[in-house]
Structures are given as structure tokens and as C-alpha cells.
């Protein structure tokens, strides 16, 4: 059984930061990419900032609008993502949520998804 368990977000002033952590626990393979989406109210999901190879780290998609004041980085070793949330705006309020795509052991089968609980973070203006 394979967990993302996340930590951090919070309540934070405009101009603030965060910062959140996303460890991959139980019986991995492999991972294909991992990262963050968020979600606010009444919003689709959308991409904040992922590995899109998580083991060699040297491909990244960040959104637009974080670009410049999020950084997303990982710990391979312990299969743990983060993202550094500098210069928040209250447009950035959302459930943070964790992704990660899988690598089964059996290469027959396709990669498969987890999501992790989610995290609010709230910026106030």
C-alpha cells in the first residue's frame, strides 16, 4: 500500500511563505513524476508545480502564475517532494495537494496515481 503523506501549509499574511512536503511512503517501485496541484473553491484542480522525471529531477512544468516565487524540489533518497512558497498572494489561498505517479514492478502493467489528503494554505490580504 503505497501513502503520499503531506505536511506544512497554514495560515499565512500576504507576502508571506510557505513551505510544504509530500513523502512517498510503502512499497515503491519507481516514480515517474511527482509534485503539486491546488484546488480553490468553486476552481478546477490545476498544476502548481511537478517533476515530471522525479528521479533524475532534470524536468519541471510550474505554472505560470507561481513562476518566479515557488520552487519545487525533491529528496530522491527519501521520495519526497517540496515546494517553497515565497511572495504569496491571497489568489494563491487553495487545498495544495499532492500527486505522484507510479512505476509498478510489473512492467506489463501502466503507471498508476495517488493523491495525497491535501493541505489548506490560506494567505490573508
Known amino acids: 500500500q503505497v501513502q503520499l503523506v503531506e505536511s506544512g501549509g497554514g495560515l499565512v499574511q500576504f507576502g508571506g511563505s510557505l513551505n510544504l512536503s509530500c513523502a512517498a511512503s510503502?512499497?515503491?517501485?519507481?516514480?515517474?513524476?511527482m509534485g503539486w496541484y491546488r484546488q480553490a473553491p468553486g476552481k478546477e484542480r490545476e498544476l502548481v508545480a511537478t517533476?515530471?522525471?522525479?528521479?533524475?529531477?532534470?524536468?519541471?512544468d510550474i505554472a505560470d502564475s507561481v513562476k518566479g516565487r515557488f520552487t519545487i524540489s525533491r529528496d530522491n533518497a527519501k521520495n519526497t517532494v517540496y515546494l517553497q512558497m515565497n511572495s504569496l498572494k491571497p489568489e494563491d489561498t487553495a487545498v495544495y495537494i499532492c500527486?505522484?505517479?507510479?512505476?509498478?514492478?510489473?512492467?506489463?502493467?501502466?503507471?498508476?496515481?495517488?493523491w495525497g489528503q491535501g493541505s489548506q494554505v490560506t494567505v490573508s490580504s
Open positions: 500527486h505522484a505517479e507510479f512505476i509498478p514492478r510489473d512492467s506489463r502493467l501502466r503507471p498508476y496515481h495517488y
Open positions: 517533476f515530471t522525471t522525479f528521479t533524475t529531477g532534470d524536468r519541471t
Open positions: 510503502g512499497v515503491i517501485f519507481g516514480i515517474n513524476a
